[in-house]
């Protein structure tokens, strides 16, 4: 089973050089801290910066410098800042070339489930999830392979209010990489080590294909 | 000569009504001009429909002015923040509307109405909750829902240089929604940390054209969240 750290280290072994990146809130935001320092990769923030930087040393934080989780960032030579709506123009107009996010749940035909918890949610909020699942070339998911109660956090179909229909590329969880095929559903591309393709397929709700 | 500097917060908001729809400007608390949104308090105004990123956090600006009860609707695209406790008790006890707008369609709305654009087609929302009751059509293969402009009747913002005819820059990452307001409401009041003369602001570095800035107010604080 994969840890965080390792989870994260294991999106960001995929993401190529030169690509256009906004990380979600939470185990995406640690995908930026394993991206080799060799590796040029551009980090987009929904609050108008581009060329986004690591967390800022305690003493060095810069209050008007801030990520889309309001936590303090810094900025790489090379970035810039601007507005919303042409933050938005990026990410609606297909500008950012992999957006990673985390969800509830993700359906086997690739939607994904991950701003509200129920139809009844009192207050949900939304913020830039839907802009970026419905724009970005390329959507990922870093996710448990199960919720804490150990239900499946694949499934056939989302039971959560989704996010956006038929987006989803590849899932990252702790025991396994997965793609969304068009047209075929989940294909197992890497297992945990010590996991059998048995043991994913008792964790998952949908069916796990493989190649070859 | 033009002088769109006013010397007080409460001239800055001189005329705004009851039921009024206000745009504030900040991403959080940066960029966001609390003492303008807590100076509508003293004006009395009531029933305010607010369009906002967040809705509050703490005691200060946004939440301050939903505590004193004169905020009827809020518009926003991510209510709950750490700190919104004020918008969740006033939500939760039924005094408050809400209606969630994806952030960027949020931008967009504004944007459409700065420009004259009465509604657009966007896929961000399409096959989701967010597009009840909203004409859908398909471009390209694809569906699309049909959102509408949003335009204020006020918008609070807050710049870092402003000058007599409303020239605005922003620092850093203070920049977030207020451009797009400014352009977007009848009347656009900045806040301004710091006030210049006419032309000392490089014409290259104007963010905000003062066409867009109606007043021009001079508020001293610190940075944000500090």
């Not at chain 1, 009192?122 to 699942?133: F, H, I, N, R, T």
């Not at chain 2, 859908?136 to 005819?165: K, P, Q, S, V």
């Not at chain 2, 301004?192 to 001293?220: K, Y």
Request: charged share 20%.
């Amino acid at each position: 089973m994969w840890n965080r750290t390792q989870m994260a280290a294991r999106v960001a072994q995929d993401i190529p050089e030169g690509w256009f990146v906004n990380l979600g809130i939470g185990i995406p935001t640690m995908v930026a801290d394993h991206v080799p320092a060799e590796r040029e990769v551009i980090l987009h923030s929904e609050n108008g910066i581009l060329g986004m930087g690591p967390a800022p040393a305690p003493e060095a934080v810069n209050p008007w410098l801030v990520n889309a989780g309001k936590q303090p960032v810094t900025l790489r030579p090379g970035g810039s800042f601007f507005h919303h709506a042409d933050s938005f123009a990026m990410i609606r107009g297909g500008h950012i070339d992999l957006c990673v996010l985390g969800a509830f749940e993700v359906a086997e035909n690739g939607d994904i489930a991950n701003w509200a918890t129920s139809e009844n949610d009192s207050a949900p909020a939304v913020g830039g999830a839907m802009d970026l699942a419905a724009g970005a070339k390329h959507l990922w998911v870093v996710m448990d392979h199960t919720t804490k109660d150990g239900r499946p956090k694949l499934v056939e179909a989302c039971s959560y209010p989704l996010t956006a229909p038929g987006v989803v590329a590849r899932v990252y969880t702790n025991l396994a990489v997965v793609d969304v095929a068009p047209g075929r559903g989940f294909v197992v591309r890497e297992i945990a080590p010590g996991l059998s393709l048995a043991d994913l397929q008792a964790k998952t709700g949908a069916t796990l294909h493989t190649d070859g | 000569m033009i002088n769109k500097i006013v010397g007080s917060i409460a001239e800055a908001l001189a005329g705004v009504r009851d039921g009024a729809t206000v745009l504030m400007g900040g991403f959080g608390a940066v960029g966001q001009p609390d003492e303008l949104i807590e100076g509508l308090i003293d004006t009395g105004v009531r029933d305010l429909t607010v369009v906002a990123n967040n809705a509050g956090a703490g005691k200060v600006g946004l939440a301050k002015l939903m505590e004193a009860g004169r905020v009827r609707k809020i518009i926003c695209s991510f209510p709950r923040s750490a700190g919104s406790t004020v918008f969740e008790e006033l939500y939760r006890a039924g005094k408050l509307e809400l209606e969630i707008v994806p952030q960027g369609t949020l931008a967009e709305r504004m944007r459409a109405a700065g420009a004259g654009i009465p509604a657009f087609y966007t896929p961000t929302g399409a096959g989701t909750k967010i597009a009840a009751g909203k004409e859908a059509r398909e471009f390209n293969g694809r569906l699309h829902i049909m959102e509408h402009a949003l335009r204020g009747d006020l918008a609070l913002i807050e710049a870092w240089e402003g000058d007599r005819w409303g020239n605005l820059t922003y620092r850093e990452s203070g920049r977030n929604f207020n451009p797009v307001m400014a352009m977007a409401a009848d009347v656009t009041v900045a806040a301004v940390h710091h006030l210049r003369e006419l032309g000392d602001i490089p014409p290259d570095n104007v963010h905000t054209p003062g066409i867009f800035v109606q007043r021009v107010v001079q508020v001293v604080r610190g940075a944000p969240w500090t």
